[in-house]
């Protein structure tokens, strides 16, 4: 039986707008958010925009803006983990209510999720340390996703406008937010209306549109701009528009698009957002820096031994850049151990291909690549996850990546073992085959490292 890949269908007109909303979920993984969080926010933005009256370019930009508003999300969670010794999930995703410029919400928010669940001597200890990094830890943490979030839209091919307004997501009208402390017009407006927007679907969402209109009038001057509060609190409980964010949301968002603007994205702006969305996928830890990047590395080289066709190593390629997509769902808690997982942890640990098959089969110009990217833990002998397919089941291409993403793993530094030499990384291959890895894709592998063309990246300093 000669197994060969499923091709997607090449050349056709994918709208940009699919496929940016569908990443968008993924987005919204890493930021503790329930999926459709930046679509939702989305079209509260465009509404703001239209009443703004902002021009159809203007309208574009912001579209994108607000969907990709998290682009830089994933390179603070190890940090946050770190500085709450918490979830870093759950502390993003609660912390969208609290107002922490005011320091009795500060504390409070510190007192209930600093540490959970260890004795109260070491949770007043973090709180302690929380509060000696202060500001300047907070600034760090917006300024890192900032930064990255506003480079990684250009690589999208996105507008400076769109990466202008996603680097401003948490400037304050009054100068308080971050990075730069701009103060009124000196803020994007659009950035200004991205801030509302999801701040107003969070609220809206967890406590009820009486709740958000309060957070609205509370933090008028401060937070948001006076004029564009104005016209959020002016939108009726009748509109049409909380229903909307609701009720058929993914086919909603089409209708706030801006129809003069729509774009399409050929293969290679696919080609440049799965290598930027690995960039988000592997900022999420440090251990994992550039590893995406390198199973696509090692995965090509194997493929060009085997004599793949330009179109199957294209293929392969977003595949193996996106494959890990899934660990934006899991907890840095988990990632960064420096030690054994516990049962509990590994069944989390386990997940994050189902998470990236569910991820990738919503996203345009990807869903014929979910199938491969998330067999990426499969074994021969129907011992690996998440579905236990046996060997017959098991793709040349399938069998490549996992190949790859064992190598990759296996050749970079991990926190929880010793570094290991190439031919220690060899010697363990060669011992999972013929039984968990193809032995046929392995000997391709050798063959690709006796090149020397490849070197295993290294931990982000």
């Given at each position: 039986m000669?197994?060969?890949?499923f091709l997607p269908r090449n050349n056709v007109r994918i709208r940009l707008?699919?496929?940016?909303?569908?990443?968008?979920?993924?987005?919204?993984?890493?930021?503790?958010?329930?999926?459709?969080?930046?679509?939702?926010?989305?079209?509260?933005?465009?509404?703001?925009?239209?009443?703004?009256?902002?021009?159809?370019?203007?309208?574009?930009?912001?579209?994108y803006a607000l969907l990709m508003k998290d682009l830089g999300c994933s390179s603070n969670a190890a940090k946050m983990c770190f500085l709450f010794t918490a979830d870093d999930r759950a502390t993003k995703g609660d912390i969208k209510t609290v107002n922490w410029r005011n320091p009795i919400s500060s504390l409070r928010f510190a007192m209930t999720?600093?540490?959970?669940?260890?004795?109260?001597?070491?949770?007043?200890?973090?709180?302690?340390?929380?509060?000696?990094?202060?500001?300047?830890?907070?600034?760090?943490?917006?300024?890192?996703?900032?930064?990255?979030?506003?480079?990684?839209?250009?690589?999208?091919?996105?507008?400076?406008?769109t990466a202008n307004a996603i680097h401003a997501l948490d400037e304050h009208f009054d100068g308080g937010g971050h990075p730069d402390g701009l103060i009124g017009d000196q803020i994007p407006l659009l950035a200004r209306i991205m801030g509302l927007a999801q701040t107003a679907e969070v609220f809206l969402r967890q406590h009820g549109l009486a709740a958000m209109r309060q957070m609205a009038r509370d933090r008028r001057g401060t937070w948001f701009d006076p004029d564009l509060i104005d016209r959020l609190l002016a939108i009726t409980d009748?509109?049409?528009?909380?229903?909307?964010?609701?009720?058929?949301?993914?086919?909603?968002?089409?209708?706030?698009?801006?129809?003069?603007?729509e774009r399409f994205a050929d293969d290679q702006q696919i080609d440049d957002i799965a290598y930027g969305f690995a960039q988000v996928i592997d900022a999420k830890s440090p251990w994992t820096f550039r590893h995406s990047l390198g199973v696509a590395d090692v995965a090509i080289g194997i493929g060009g031994v085997l004599g793949l066709s330009a179109a199957e190593l294209r293929n392969l390629k977003r595949a193996a850049l996106l494959h890990d997509v899934g660990?934006?769902?899991?907890?840095?808690?988990?990632?960064d151990k420096p030690a054994k997982l516990t049962p509990e942890e590994l069944t989390e640990m386990r997940k994050h291909p189902d998470y990236t098959y569910r991820i990738l089969r919503k996203v345009a110009g990807f869903s014929d690549l979910a199938e491969l990217a998330a067999s990426h833990h499969e074994r021969i002998d129907g011992k690996g996850y998440y579905r236990g397919l046996s060997g017959m089941q098991l793709t040349r291409d399938i069998r490549i990546l996992c190949v790859s993403d064992m190598y990759?793993?296996?050749?970079?530094?991990?926190?929880?073992?010793?570094?290991?030499?190439?031919?220690?990384?060899?010697a363990i291959l060669q011992?999972?085959?013929?039984?968990?890895?193809?032995?046929?894709?392995?000997?391709?592998?050798?063959?690709f490292s006796d090149q020397g063309t490849f070197k295993p990246y290294q931990v982000a300093a």
């Open positions: 000669r197994l060969v890949p707008s699919e496929v940016m909303s569908a990443l968008s979920y993924a987005l919204d993984l890493v930021e503790g958010q329930p999926e459709g969080h930046s679509v939702r926010a989305c079209m509260i933005g465009m509404r703001l925009g239209a009443a703004m009256g902002l021009s159809g370019s203007d309208r574009s930009a912001l579209f999720h600093v540490a959970p669940g260890s004795p109260m001597l070491v949770r007043i200890k973090r709180i302690i340390g929380l509060a000696a990094a202060g500001e300047r830890a907070g600034k760090e943490l917006i300024q890192i996703r900032c930064e990255r979030g506003a480079r990684i839209a250009r690589q999208f091919g996105l507008s400076d406008a009748a509109d049409a528009l909380w229903g909307d964010l609701y009720e058929n949301t993914a086919a909603n968002l089409a209708q706030y698009e801006p129809e003069e603007e660990k934006l769902g899991v907890s840095n808690l988990i990632l990759e793993a296996l050749a970079a530094k991990r926190p929880y073992r010793e570094d290991l030499n190439g031919e220690q990384v060899m011992k999972n085959a013929p039984h968990g890895i193809c032995p046929e894709t392995l000997e391709a592998l050798v063959a």
